[in-house]
Structure formats: C-alpha cells, structure tokens
C-alpha cells in the first residue's frame, strides 16, 4: 500500500504506464501500430446524436480513456490504501463552496432522456484519489490526456462561454471543487504536467 514518497512515485509510474500502454493499443486499432498524423486526427469520422462532428482526435481520445480507465482501476486497487472514483460527476456550486456526487444512474437516464443541459457546469475527472472516507474531497484529482497528434503538448481544457467557469481552466476548478491538487497524465510526458 501507499505510504511513502518511493511508492508515490511507483503509483506516477504505474499510472504513467497506463497512459503509454492505452496510446499504443489506441493507435494499434486504427493505425498498426504508428501514431495518425495531423491531418488523420482532424478527420471528421462520424456525427454524435446532436449533429456535431466527431473527429478522429475525439473518437481515438474516447478509446484511449476507456483503456488507460481499465488499467488504472488495477493499479489503483493494487496500490491506493483509501477510495478513489473514477468518472464520478460532481456538481459544484462556486458561490457556496459546495460540492455534490451525481449517481452514474441519474447521469446515464439524463443522457437517454438527452437532458444534458441538467449536466451543464458539472466536472466528470477521470481519477479522484480521496485521502479517507470523505468522498467529496480530493488528495489527488488526475486526467488523461492524449494529444492527437501526439506531438501535440498535453492541455487542461479550458471552459467555453456556455460553461459557468467560462475561461477557466479545467485543473483550476478540479481544485477549487475538490480540494487536492489536478495533474495531468499523458503517454509523452508522464504524470504531473503542469500548464503554465
């Protein structure tokens, strides 16, 4: 279990292995096993439900977090001596400082129902490691990020107009909402990239 600097930095390492190991497969199902260039990543490959285009960047994107998820439930489990969430949805009320779980439930039957407007402004990271039982608190909040191309550096998503953190950027409210400090783990540079 997790209880020192040394297996901190085997747990960066493990997870950082699973960002690599997620590119690979990723890129072996669409490509054989070589990185899709610039102008494959822009490619338009499908439309969602609403219309809006999909492109290959997004689509290989998807897959990749469904890999590097899998491979990080194992680790985790192996090695965090506390819970952690993957994809828990939280609702997050700036002005109170109050934070909230969305059941995978009510979120799945919004998403059918195609009332995700009731999920606007809700924050869905990949990874929360809690540091006790408290599950609405973060020791460690942390997000794949899988830049296509993959000489594209890794970013934090920052929030568009239509969002309530307009301008913003993603780790900034990850940390505000939860406490606990947002890295980055991406298959080039690691775990614990920090944007300037």
């Not at 085997?10 to 590119?23: D, N, S, T, W």
């Not at 199902?29 to 990543?41: K, V, Y």
């Not at 192996?78 to 934070?99: D, H, L, T």
Request: charged share 30%; with cysteine.
């Amino acid at each position: 279990m997790l209880q020192s600097h040394e297996a901190a930095g085997e747990l960066e390492a493990r997870l950082a292995k699973c960002a690599v190991q997620a590119e690979r497969r990723g890129n072996a199902l669409f490509f054989q096993d070589r990185p899709p260039t610039r102008a494959e990543c822009g490619e338009v490959v499908e439309q969602d439900a609403c219309g809006k285009p999909v492109t290959r960047a997004m689509q290989l994107g998807r897959k990749k977090h469904v890999l590097a998820l899998e491979c990080a439930r194992e680790v985790l489990e192996a090695r965090w001596p506390a819970p952690f969430s993957i994809e828990q949805r939280y609702r997050y009320y700036p002005n109170a400082k109050v934070v909230e779980t969305i059941s995978r439930e009510k979120e799945a039957r919004l998403i059918a129902e195609d009332c995700t407007e009731e999920l606007r402004g809700t924050l869905k990271p990949d990874l929360v490691l809690h540091a006790d039982r408290n599950l609405l608190k973060a020791a460690l909040i942390l997000d794949f990020k899988f830049p296509c191309p993959e000489t594209n550096p890794p970013q934090w998503t920052i929030y568009r107009e239509s969002s309530p953190y307009a301008g913003r950027r993603q780790d900034g409210v990850y940390e505000e909402a939860l406490g606990g400090k947002a890295l980055m783990i991406s298959p080039r540079t690691g775990v614990g990239v920090k944007q300037p």
